[in-house]
């Protein structure tokens, strides 16, 4: 496995892993479920998680959020680093003119869309998820990205499941990720 870099403090890990809960067979059987929620529900973990994923990144010019739960996260760290937020999104639900890439699901494949307006030449992206799992959906954010003529910066996650060959699959880019779960 690639080595990841730790970002917080050992307490400070620990009170914000303590507001995860683990949710088995959800939504699906087999899949252990990483619930954020308490943590998103906690004052000081929260600004905790954003301040530190905010922290990690240098000379941003725009975040990236990917639906849904990276809009959440997503939002406060454009905030605290001064800067916008777009939103990636699921099949049809932006209303303009959008760029798409699909990637695979263990079974099927899945669609995310940008507005192709959403970046600026050059730009420097902050990509923001809750999770990262297999990567699929980061790697095809990333696509995304660097079709609209944008360079991705970096690639910041609550939570990597360090079995999964995520961080392997975005070897290109600088993956920050404040809690890691075999
Ligand atoms: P992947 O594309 O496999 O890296 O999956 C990442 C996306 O799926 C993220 O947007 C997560 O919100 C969600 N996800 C994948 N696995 C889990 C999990 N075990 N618990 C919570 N969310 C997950």
Same mark, same amino acid.
């Given at each position: 496995?690639?080595? #990841?870099?730790?970002?917080?403090?050992?307490?400070?890990?620990?009170?914000?892993?303590?507001?995860?809960?683990?949710?088995?067979?959800?939504?699906?059987?087999?899949?252990?479920?990483?619930?954020?929620?308490?943590?998103?529900?906690?004052?000081?973990?929260?600004?905790?998680? #954003?301040?530190?994923?905010?922290?990690?990144?240098?000379?941003?010019? #725009?975040?990236?959020?990917?639906?849904?739960?990276?809009? +959440?996260?997503?939002?406060?760290?454009?905030?605290?680093?001064? #800067?916008?937020?777009? @939103?990636?999104?699921?099949?049809?639900?932006? @209303?303009?003119?959008?760029?798409?890439?699909?990637?695979?699901?263990?079974?099927?494949?899945?669609?995310?869309?940008?507005?192709?307006?959403?970046?600026?030449?050059?730009?420097?992206?902050? +990509?923001?998820?809750?999770?990262?799992?297999?990567?699929?959906?980061?790697?095809?954010?990333?696509?995304?990205?660097?079709?609209?003529?944008?360079?991705?910066?970096?690639?910041?996650?609550?939570?990597?499941?360090?079995?999964?060959?995520?961080?392997?699959?975005?070897?290109?880019?600088?993956?920050?990720?404040?809690?890691?779960?075999?």
């Amino acid at each position: 496995m690639a080595e #990841v870099e730790r970002v917080l403090d050992q307490n400070a890990i620990e009170s914000l892993a303590a507001l995860v809960r683990d949710v088995p067979d959800f939504p699906q059987d087999g899949i252990l479920f990483r619930d954020i929620t308490p943590l998103l529900g906690d004052g000081a973990a929260l600004r905790l998680a #954003v301040d530190a994923l905010a922290r990690a990144y240098a000379d941003i010019d #725009v975040v990236v959020g990917i639906e849904s739960r990276g809009f +959440i996260l997503g939002a406060p760290v454009a905030y605290a680093l001064g #800067v916008g937020m777009t @939103p990636v999104r699921k099949l049809g639900r932006l @209303p303009r003119e959008t760029e798409r890439a699909d990637y695979e699901l263990e079974y099927g494949t899945n669609t995310v869309e940008v507005h192709t307006d959403a970046f600026g030449p050059g730009q420097r992206v902050l +990509i923001v998820d809750d999770v990262l799992a297999t990567g699929g959906t980061a790697a095809a954010t990333a696509e995304l990205v660097e079709r609209l003529g944008a360079a991705v910066a970096g690639i910041g996650v609550l939570i990597e499941l360090t079995g999964l060959g995520g961080r392997e699959r975005l070897a290109r880019y600088p993956v920050t990720s404040l809690l890691q779960y075999e």
